[in-house]
C-alpha cells in the first residue's frame, strides 16, 4: 500500500527515552489526538511528555481521508432518539467548533486547508434525510437539501452543510507538533498508578491520557466490549473530475469522495476487520463504471475505532481511575473528534468545565444492539478450533487474503505474515508460523 499524505513531507523527528523522568501530564499514542492534547498542555503552560512507540502520524492518522465535518454517520435524528436534543446540539456545536478550529490552526500551520460544502447522500427513499434536515436546523444549523449533486450518477437526495473543510493531515500534524515535548520509539508497556513502563525508562505522572487509538488496558473501563474495528479501502486518481465538496453514503458500505488537488479520493468496501466484505474490489468496482479513463496513482486501507452509539469516548477512563483519561471509537471522523478530545481532556486538566463533555462521557450506558453483536463476534471467535491466536485476549486470528495479515474479528488487532504486530489494542506480537 503507498499512502498519499506521507508523500513529500518533511517529517520531524523526536528522541527515544533514554532514562527514568516525571511529569504533570503524560501522553501515550502521537497520532492526531495525542498530538493535539499535547499542543493544547503546551499552550496552558502545563508540563507534559508525549510518548509514541513508533513515529507520530505514522498510525490511523496517515490513513485519513482527512474531511472535516460535523455531519457525520450518526444522524442527529437519531442522536436525539438516543441522547436527547441538548446533547445531539452538544455533539453538533462540538464538531463545528472543531472544523473552525482547524480553520483557525491552518492559518499558522500551512496544510492545504480548504473550505468545502459536505454532503450526505442517498440513491434511495430520501425521506430520512429530509427528516435529517428539519432535524439539524432545529438545532441551530443551516443544513440544506438537494437532489442535485456534482456526483457521476444520480441521487435522490442529499443534506449538505455549508462552509466544512479538507486538508492535509500530516502538514498539520508536523508543522504544530515542532517544539513540543515528544519521544518518539518510546513504547509504553504498562500502567500503574501514576508509573508508565518503557523499554529505556520510567516515567512518573500525575496524570495520564490514553490516545492509543484503541485503549490497551483491559482491566478498566470494558473497551474491548464498547469497541470495534472496521477496515476502509482508498484509492486516489489521476484523471478524475473536482466534486467541490466532500461527500458520503448513507448505505452501509457506500462510496465517499474528497478531491486533494488534481486527485480524487474513492473510498468505500467497508467492513468489520477480520471479517469479509467489500475491500478493495468493492472500490474498483465502482472506479471502473464511473471512472474508466482515470489513473490509479495511491491505494491504502484504514482502521476505525467504532462504538456502541456513534460517539465518541472522551473523559475518564473509568469510574476507578480520576487521574487516567481516554480518547476513542472516533468512528471512522477521527479529525474533528481528535480536535474535541484535545479541548474536552485539557480543561479536564486545567480544572475548567467543558460545554461538550458530557456527551462524550465513557461512563454513559453500554446497553446498546451493538453490545451484543460484539460479544456473539467474540464468544463465537473464541470457540474456533485453530492453533493461531491474538496475543491480546485469545481471539482466533483470521488470515486477510487482500492486505496479507493476520487479523482479529474481536477487537481488531493486525498483525504481519510473520505475527509482528500492525494495529493494537494487542501489545506484543503473536505466534503464527
Known amino acids: 500500500m503507498e499512502y498519499l499524505w506521507d508523500q513529500s513531507v518533511q517529517r520531524p523527528s523526536f528522541p527515544a527515552l533514554r532514562e527514568d523522568t516525571e511529569t504533570e501530564v503524560l501522553v501515550i499514542g502521537g497520532g492526531m489526538a495525542g498530538v493535539l492534547c499535547a499542543y493544547r498542555l503546551e499552550q496552558a503552560g502545563v508540563p507534559y511528555l508525549l510518548a509514541e512507540a513508533k513515529e507520530i502520524g505514522g498510525g490511523v492518522t496517515k490513513g485519513t481521508t482527512a474531511v472535516l ?128 513502563e518503557t523499554p529505556n525508562g520510567t516515567i512518573r505522572a500525575k496524570k495520564i491520557i490514553v490516545a492509543t487509538h484503541f485503549p490497551f488496558l483491559n482491566r478498566r473501563g470494558l473497551y474491548p466490549a464498547k469497541l470495534y474495528q472496521m477496515r476502509s479501502f482508498v484509492v486516489a486518481l489521476a484523471g478524475a473530475p473536482d466534486l467541490h465538496g466532500t461527500y458520503v453514503d448513507t448505505a452501509q458500505g457506500g462510496i465517499y469522495f474528497r478531491n486533494y488537488k488534481n486527485l480524487l479520493l474513492v473510498g468505500g468496501g467497508d467492513h468489520r476487520t477480520g471479517s469479509k466484505g467489500g475491500g478493495f474490489p468493492a472500490v474498483h468496482r465502482f472506479v471502473r463504471q464511473y471512472f474508466p479513463r482515470a489513473e490509479e496513482k495511491y491505494v491504502w486501507a484504514t482502521q476505525d475505532c467504532m462504538s456502541l452509539d456513534d460517539v465518541p469516548y472522551i473523559g475518564q477512563y473509568s469510574p476507578a481511575t480520576p487521574d487516567l483519561l481516554v480518547t476513542t471509537g472516533f468512528n471512522e471522523w477521527g479529525m474533528t473528534s481528535s480536535m474535541v478530545a484535545a479541548a474536552v481532556l485539557t480543561d479536564r486538566i486545567l480544572g475548567n468545565s467543558s460545554r461538550f463533555a458530557d456527551v462524550f462521557s465513557p461512563q454513559r450506558t453500554m446497553l446498546r444492539k451493538q453490545l451484543w453483536v460484539n460479544f456473539g463476534t467474540t464468544i463465537a471467535d473464541m470457540a474456533l478450533p485453530v492453533t493461531k491466536r491474538c496475543s491480546h485476549l485469545g481471539c482466533a486470528l483470521k488470515w486477510n487474503r487482500a492486505e496479507h495479515t493476520w487479523d482479529c474479528p474481536c477487537h481488531g488487532s493486525r498483525f504481519d505474515y510473520h505475527g509482528r504486530l500492525i494495529d493494537n489494542p494487542a501489545m506484543r506480537d503473536s505466534k503464527v508460523e
Open 69 to 196: 465535518t460535523a455531519q457525520h454517520d450518526a444522524l442527529y435524528t437519531d442522536l436525539i432518539a438516543k441522547f436527547g436534543v441538548q446533547k445531539a446540539k452538544q455533539y453538533l456545536d462540538a464538531n463545528l467548533w472543531a472544523v473552525r478550529k482547524f480553520q483557525e490552526l491552518a492559518k499558522v500551520y500551512p496544510c492545504d486547508f480548504e473550505i468545502e460544502p459536505s454532503f450526505m447522500y442517498t440513491r434511495a427513499d430520501p425521506g430520512k434525510l429530509k427528516q435529517e434536515v428539519r432535524t439539524v436546523n432545529r438545532l441551530g444549523y443551516p443544513a440544506e437539501f438537494q437532489e442535485k449533486t456534482r456526483l457521476p450518477f444520480p441521487v435522490s437526495g442529499a443534506v449538505c452543510y455549508p462552509d466544512m473543510g479538507q486538508f492535509h493531515p500530516l502538514k498539520f500534524l508536523y508543522g504544530i507538533a515542532k517544539g513540543l515535548n515528544i519521544y518518539e520509539h518510546t513504547f509504553v508497556s504498562r500502567l500503574k498508578g501514576g508509573f508508565a
